[in-house]
């Protein structure tokens, strides 16, 4: 089975501009979480999504939004770009079976976005 | 809220020996996950281990093992027989468990471990 991947793998943006990264999870999975890790910060939660719907959402600002289609596969959007955007942004998927989503999430290899 | 804290940086070992990484989190849930992933340099992230809270039994996988410590909140990961491919980023991470879902990790700082020949 394919495991999670990320699109673009790399990225290269201007201050102002706005960003899609996108995620195709392992198949079966219709769980998507989104995670920003950065040196300074860490791996902090961006959000979750399930079934086309955001169940969570971590403390980010309103210019990082996402969205899950009807595939699971889900995109996340940073839009007016700052310098502190500059991370690796790395997407989950979980297994779910009758609602429930399991809770061991399998992480893609991430898209290293820079912003100069 | 929770909080997850590994107070080693970096750490080192000698191959085919055992090395511990320490992980201390603070919430006020009783019902929870705890767990350690790996990300050894330019890969991607993969589950090392994982914890049910109300499990009194310490998880263990091969070379890998827990102490947890549910009263002191304490979650040690121990690797025996280190090897050269264990050289990599570990972090500790901690969901809650609400009705039939399961919340987002919460991850620490991370510990760099090198693995030395």
């Known amino acids: 089975k394919a495991g999670v991947t990320q699109t673009p793998r790399y990225l290269i943006k201007t201050r102002g501009q706005q960003v899609t990264l996108s995620c195709s999870p392992i198949?079966?999975?219709?769980?998507v979480s989104w995670y920003q890790q950065t040196p300074g910060q860490g791996l902090q939660f961006l959000f979750e999504?399930?079934?086309?719907?955001?169940?969570n959402k971590g403390n980010f600002p309103g210019r990082f939004s996402g969205r899950q289609f009807s595939n699971s596969r889900s995109e996340m959007n940073v839009s007016t770009l700052e310098l502190g955007d500059s991370a690796l942004y790395l997407c989950?998927?979980?297994?779910?079976?009758?609602?429930?989503?399991?809770?061991?999430?399998?992480f893609g290899p991430g898209t290293r976005l820079t912003v100069t | 809220a929770q909080t997850v804290t590994q107070s080693q940086p970096e750490m080192s070992v000698q191959e085919a020996e055992t090395v511990t990484l320490s992980c201390t989190y603070d919430?006020?849930?009783?019902?929870?996950?705890l767990f350690w992933y790996k990300q050894p340099p330019s890969r991607q992230m993969i589950l090392v281990i994982r914890?049910?809270?109300?499990?009194?039994q310490n998880a263990t996988e091969n070379r890998f093992s827990v102490n947890f410590q549910k009263a002191a909140k304490s979650f040690s990961l121990k690797i025996s027989d280190s090897q050269l491919g264990d050289t990599a980023m570990y972090f500790c991470a901690f969901m809650k468990h609400y009705g039939g879902s399961q919340g987002n990790l919460i991850f620490g700082k991370g510990t760099k471990l090198s693995v030395k020949p």
């Open positions: 999504y399930f079934s086309e719907t955001q169940r």
């Open positions: 198949s079966g999975h219709r769980s």
């Open positions: 919430t006020s849930e009783n019902n929870y996950y």
């Open positions: 914890q049910e809270a109300y499990k009194q």
């Open positions: 989950a998927s979980s297994l779910t079976s009758g609602g429930v989503i399991f809770n061991e999430q399998y």
